[in-house]
């Protein structure tokens, strides 16, 4: 019956014009239409769905030809391959455009010959080699996890900081058990250690020794920072009081008073003595003078501009590839341009 009615619908159509092509159109429509009752659901391919697409977007009368489907179909079809052609067009990589290769191998190297630098390390040092990267950047090329950012110093008397230095003493077990007691002495200006020592009986006399060998001639500064430690004793109140530097000693169980202090020696232990296991004190004397030699003409640090110390220039790229130089053992490394 449906297919009957089919073929009226289409009998005028056939008898207006186009006698050929419009008899070949109402038999393929009449064979859908007895197709539809009896067979199973049809199923479409993509080239099908392409084809319907095409007289959705080109001929106003689609809808009417319509048999095995519902024009809603039809639509949803045409929003889908809008989606796809739009994401096709917009294929590749978002973002930034990616850093030239050579730059990128260069930052992975860092990352692997240094294990324990964060990514603001890296950042700092590639800046010094002329390449400027923001540190989202270096993070996409680091092949391992981010440690979480170091905290900030409380700076102490800033506008007087040339003026200022602060000493401490830590210890360091020995394989054998012993307990060294390494004496510290910084300057606050550029975080420059000027003098340590290592002992194994510290005493007040020996503490006003050290003192007079880290500031000789008029290099003594106006105010020393230290804590109430027993070790210091009135021998070395009245060695500083001969030397013209006034005493700040901090409160009681407040390690953050003498902050840079603390910050070094904790740096010290992250950086040197966490990997490695101390035989004696020359041995000790000579892991300390290898890293502080690093810390002072290579190191970089956040508080000094992304810069060591001693001031390093900037390395621009035109001055040719770059160079790894191991430092305290390999266990750090300083970079420098061929030329």
């Given at each position: 019956m449906t297919g009957f009615l089919v073929l009226l619908r289409?009998?005028?159509t056939l008898l207006a014009g186009r006698a050929s092509l419009v008899a070949e159109n109402l038999a393929l429509r009449q064979q859908l239409a007895v197709l539809q009752p009896k067979a199973p659901k049809p199923m479409l391919s993509a080239w099908d769905r392409v084809f319907w697409i095409?007289?959705?977007r080109w001929f106003p009368d689609w809808k009417?030809?319509?048999?095995?489907?519902k024009p809603e179909t039809v639509v949803r079809w045409h929003r889908v391959g809008f989606r796809l052609f739009w994401r096709w067009k917009s294929r590749g990589k978002p973002g930034r455009p990616a850093i030239p290769r050579d730059v990128q191998a260069l930052i992975c190297r860092i990352a692997n010959e240094n294990s324990l630098w964060g990514i603001p390390r890296i950042q700092a040092?590639?800046?010094l080699l002329g390449h400027d990267l923001p540190e989202s950047t270096i993070a996409k090329y680091v092949q391992r996890p981010r440690k979480p950012p170091s905290q900030s110093w409380k700076t102490f008397l800033n506008n007087h900081a040339a003026s200022v230095?602060?000493?401490d003493f830590f210890t360091v077990p020995t394989v054998t058990f012993r307990n060294l007691y390494v004496f510290l002495v910084l300057r606050h200006d550029r975080r420059r250690t000027v003098h340590f020592a290592v002992t194994e009986q510290p005493h007040a006399a020996w503490v006003a020794q050290q003192?007079?060998?880290?500031?000789?001639?008029?290099?003594?500064?106006?105010?020393l920072i230290r804590d109430n430690d027993g070790i210091y004793g009135l021998e070395v109140s009245r060695c500083l009081e001969s030397m013209g530097v006034e005493e700040v000693k901090t409160a009681p169980h407040s390690p953050w008073q003498n902050a840079f202090c603390e910050r070094v020696i904790?740096?010290?232990?992250?950086?040197?003595?966490?990997h490695v296991i101390v035989l004696n004190e020359r041995h000790l004397e000579r892991l300390l003078r290898d890293y502080l030699d690093y810390y002072h003409t290579a190191r970089c640090h956040r508080s000094l501009n992304a810069n060591s110390p001693d001031r390093r220039d900037i390395d621009p790229p035109d001055k040719g590839l770059v160079n790894s130089i191991p430092m305290v053992g390999g266990l750090h490394h300083r970079y420098r341009r061929a030329g």
């Open positions: 289409h009998l005028r095409i007289l959705l009417s030809w319509l048999i095995i489907v040092e590639l800046r230095a602060a000493i003192l007079k060998e880290a500031f000789p001639f008029d290099e003594a500064p106006r105010y904790g740096t010290i232990r992250r950086e040197l003595l966490d």
